[in-house]
């Protein structure tokens, strides 16, 4: 078993050695090719760039597990529509206390265009109908992966992914109502 060992460090030291001088033969040698240029990244993201999003989102996070109550506007409980309510509200913000009227503010964005600070809307518990209702806040966007806070009937203020199947059937639109927090 130690010759095993022994053997297998051996081949492994030996490799990256000879790995090593191979990349320094190749860093002091002539390009090539000419280099390909850096890639722009973004310096912030959407929400950095209206400093009240992140505040309403930050101020979002410190609730998670409060518990859902029916009605519920408060650290007692939020239902889904009360909780975005109360964290828009924190900030001078007015929000109506229902999801569907809440899908009735900002304007509509694509679910492409969707960014940190929107609203996210659903069907309530059936699939089926047309109404609205349920809503959270967008926390994060990461490709086509949109993460959103809410208060759930199953669990109080928590997170979730709209790629669930859950929320996929049940997705209805994206609200922007960054032009409020600008505003203020």
């Given at each position: 078993m130690t010759k095993k060992m022994l053997l297998t460090v051996?081949?492994?030291?030996?490799?990256?050695?000879?790995?090593?001088?191979?990349?320094?033969?190749?860093?002091?040698s002539e390009?090539?090719?000419?280099?390909?240029?850096?890639?722009?990244?973004p310096s912030k993201q959407f929400y950095e760039q209206i400093p009240l999003v992140g505040n309403v989102i930050?101020?979002?996070?410190k609730h998670l597990a409060i518990r859902y109550r029916?009605?519920?506007?408060?650290?007692?409980?939020?239902?889904?529509s009360g909780f975005?309510?109360?964290?828009?509200?924190?900030f001078g913000i007015?929000?109506?206390?229902?999801?569907?009227?809440?899908?009735?503010?900002g304007q509509p964005i694509s679910k492409d265009d969707a960014q940190p600070g929107d609203l996210i809307l659903f069907k309530g518990h059936s699939?089926?109908?047309?109404?609205i209702g349920h809503v959270g806040l967008i926390t994060e966007v990461i490709g086509d992966r949109i993460k959103f806070i809410h208060s759930a009937w199953n669990g109080g203020v928590r997170y979730d992914?709209?790629?669930?199947?859950?929320?996929?059937?049940?997705f209805v639109g994206v609200r922007r109502v960054v032009h409020l927090l600008a505003e203020k």
């Open positions: 051996f081949y492994a030291v030996s490799f990256g050695i000879a790995n090593a001088q191979s990349v320094s033969a190749v860093i002091n390009p090539a090719v000419t280099p390909i240029p850096a890639v722009t990244v930050d101020f979002a996070r029916s009605g519920g506007t408060s650290t007692r409980g939020f239902d889904c975005t309510r109360f964290c828009f509200s924190h007015s929000l109506p206390h229902s999801s569907a009227a809440q899908g009735n503010v699939a089926g109908g047309s109404r992914y709209l790629h669930a199947n859950y929320y996929q059937h049940r």
